[in-house]
């Protein structure tokens, strides 16, 4: 098992602050080296809990996920334990409007809170300083701070101030994360019960394909020509589905992309944890929810979400909804939701153990998983070809080249 200590120093670290749920751990500082925060790992002793529930080191994830789910109707090496398929969009046009596709996070917030089912929730926001960008999560139970967190983020979040608030308070609470950040909550709730003493209700999960350091935005502010230490507002996506990227500085300038187009203005790649991720879809979750990416939901005049629940309760909750027309439910097969997310689940499900053989080969530490994707190897040379391809483009952007040599391959 990997330690804190080894988690960091192997660029494994994802930032996600879940090590200070022991005080003397709490140090969570600013990494220019790793651009994400990371813990004071000389404050981490060898015996430390923060060893123990550490997603960077990786989890047990088929374990993990029959322990949590034993109503579960069905298991898939490529989506986990699956009680329930449908897809979702919410009824509430305002919560259409600034979502990224049908809404059904903020719609599962509003609803547990309405019907007591929780005392409070957690969101994360941008947050800009003179420094730039940065996140805050936070529990809450006020309307407008939930609209407010709408859209996807894109980058490393600190989770620090959150679970400094989940250990002093006293209600319940439903958690919205990463994949990753989800199975770390678990072996909290696992390894130090007394933590949350059973706080958290609910948790949900985003579908995750990995996510970029802050260099990325301060890169994507510098194409955008907006000046990163002195802006008002950013998002990745919102504004309706697919969204768009935005930058709004203190000036009042707006600078708009569309969502993915610019996902090609840098040659930044995923941070290497992400590259070795075997969660594509939140597997520890009690609710996992994902884009709708086929056509006869693009088509759609509604934006829709891929809803996944992993046992009877979660389905439930889901089915209550419906009924009382705050989300519209639809039928989606196993085989629809792998669709959708076909280029994620190929990269972390079929593609893993070829890719976890090459970064052995390479000198890397890999996190460690109980299973979870395909153990058949692919074979290395698709691997080592994206491997250069990853080096190559981050080469391109250092020398400030990438987004003109990208922009003239998509006219030809």
């Given amino acids: 098992m990997l330690s804190v200590r080894r988690v960091v120093n192997s660029k494994l670290c994802i930032g996600c602050g879940l090590c200070s749920v022991e005080t003397q751990t709490g140090n969570i500082k600013f990494s220019k080296k790793n651009d994400c925060y990371i813990p004071s790992i000389t404050s981490i002793s060898n015996d430390s809990i923060a060893n123990k529930i550490c997603p960077g080191k990786g989890y047990n994830i088929l374990e993990s996920g029959k322990k949590l789910f034993p109503d579960s109707k069905q298991y898939d090496i490529d989506l986990g334990y699956i009680h329930s398929i449908s897809a979702v969009r919410s009824t509430d046009r305002s919560i259409l409007r600034d979502a990224s596709s049908g809404g059904i996070i903020t719609s599962l917030l509003l609803y547990l809170l309405q019907e007591k089912i929780v005392d409070k ?31 996807s983020k894109y980058c490393p979040v600190n989770y620090a101030h959150l679970i400094n608030e989940l250990k002093q308070y006293k209600g319940r609470v439903a958690i919205v994360a990463t994949p990753c950040v989800i199975a770390g909550i678990r072996s909290i709730e696992e390894n130090q019960p ?30 955008h020509k907006v000046d990163y230490k002195n802006l ?48 594509a879809t939140g597997e520890l979750a009690d609710i996992s929810c ?12 509604y934006p829709w979400s891929v809803v996944l629940t992993r046992s009877a309760r979660g389905t439930a909750l889901l089915q209550n909804m419906n009924e009382k027309n705050h989300v519209v439910l639809d039928q989606m097969s196993i085989e629809e939701v792998k669709l959708s997310q076909r280029f994620n689940l190929k990269s972390k499900k079929t593609r893993q153990a070829a890719r976890m053989r090459l970064y052995k080969l390479l000198g890397y530490r890999r996190p460690s998983f109980d299973g979870g994707y395909r153990e058949i190897d692919t074979g290395l040379s698709t691997e080592i070809q994206v491997y250069l391809k990853h080096q190559f483009k981050l080469f391109l952007d250092k020398l400030g080249l990438y987004k003109t040599i990208y922009s003239c391959s998509k006219k030809n």
């Fill in 121 to 151: 929730v957690s969101v994360t926001k941008f947050v800009c300083t003179t420094s730039g960008v940065s996140t805050k999560t936070f529990l809450t139970s006020n309307i407008e701070e939930i609209f407010a967190a709408q859209g």
């Fill in 194 to 223: 007394a933590c949350f003493s059973s706080k958290i209700e609910f948790t949900i999960a985003n579908f995750c394909g990995g996510f970029k350091s802050y260099t990325n935005i301060k890169k994507l502010a510098k194409v």
């Fill in 232 to 279: 008002k507002d950013f998002r990745f996506r919102g504004g309706g589905q697919p969204g768009s990227l935005r930058f709004i500085s203190n000036d009042g300038q707006v600078a708009e992309t569309p969502y993915p187009k610019y996902v090609g203005f840098t040659g930044q790649s995923k941070m290497l944890r992400c590259h070795l991720c075997a969660d």
């Fill in 290 to 301: 994902g884009d709708a990416w086929i056509p006869r939901y693009e088509e759609d005049q």
